[in-house]
């Protein structure tokens, strides 16, 4: 089994931030790819940053310079920092990985993010 749990969520003004952590546990035996998704009300959930293997990161244009993806001490952990936030950022935000063997990907359950201005 593999599980996903992401904490950190919550509801912050404009221009505040927050961080988003998540922990992957279970069978895994190695990690290409790890990542956060968001979805609004509405919307269909779309790539907010990911993080390869070898560390190189990828952002959504809407979030350059204000996100950062980092993975953490921990095995199979990653962190969000979540800076100069907005009110369209406002989304339940997914943890997801993609493990090398097979290409498979795995989801988190999300933890909501609510920006008020």
């Known amino acids: 089994q593999v599980q996903l749990v992401e904490s950190g969520g919550g509801l912050v003004q404009a221009r505040g931030s927050l961080r988003l952590d998540c922990a992957a546990s279970g069978s895994i035996f190695s990690i290409n790819v790890m990542g956060w998704y968001r979805q609004a009300p509405g919307k269909q959930r779309e790539l907010v940053a990911t993080?390869?293997?070898?560390?190189?990161?990828n952002y959504a244009d809407s979030v350059k310079g204000r996100f950062t993806i980092s993975r953490g001490d921990a095995k199979n952990t990653v962190y969000l920092q979540m800076n100069s936030l907005k009110p369209e950022d406002t989304a339940v935000y997914y943890c997801?990985?993609?493990?090398?063997?097979?290409?498979?990907?795995?989801w988190g359950q999300g933890t909501q993010v609510t920006v008020s201005s």
């Open positions: 997801n990985i993609v493990v090398a063997l097979g290409g498979r990907s795995y």
């Open positions: 993080i390869s293997s070898g560390g190189t990161t």
